[in-house]
């Protein structure tokens, strides 16, 4: 499975983006999919996920009412819009696959693919 993600860029405080995360997999609908994201200096975080089998999603509490992760089975995508963007939220934005896990939607280590990430940057 390749995981191609686009849509980063630059943007100013209050804007927003509008990432992209195009799967090759033949069973993206039964695919859990997670959005992460690694600041310079600091650990890669989870951001947001969406859960095939239930249909929820779920968030960091710091993007929470801001970011809102949406799928497209028919077109094998996930995307994660962002308004309101604060320069906080300036990082390397990774969309990841997993398959035959349940809960844990943060953890990194439950992810079984990755894609190449797209930087984010937000100006004050």
């Known amino acids: 499975v390749q995981l191609q993600a686009s849509g980063g860029g630059l943007v100013q405080a209050g804007g927003s983006l509008r990432l992209s995360c195009t799967s090759s997999g033949r069973t993206f609908s039964r695919t859990d999919m997670g959005w992460f994201r690694k600041a310079p200096g600091k650990e890669r975080e989870f951001v947001a996920a969406s859960s095939w089998s239930t249909t929820d999603t779920y968030y960091v509490d710091s993007v929470k009412g801001r970011f809102t992760i949406a799928r497209d089975n028919a077109k094998n995508t996930v995307y994660l819009q962002m308004n309101s963007l604060k320069p906080e939220d300036t990082a390397v934005y990774y969309c990841?696959?997993?398959?035959?896990?349940?809960?844990?939607?943060?953890?990194?280590?439950?992810?079984?693919?990755w894609g190449q990430g797209t930087q984010v940057t937000v100006s004050s």
């Open positions: 990841a696959a997993r398959t035959g896990y349940s809960g844990g939607y943060y953890r990194t280590d439950t992810y079984n693919y």
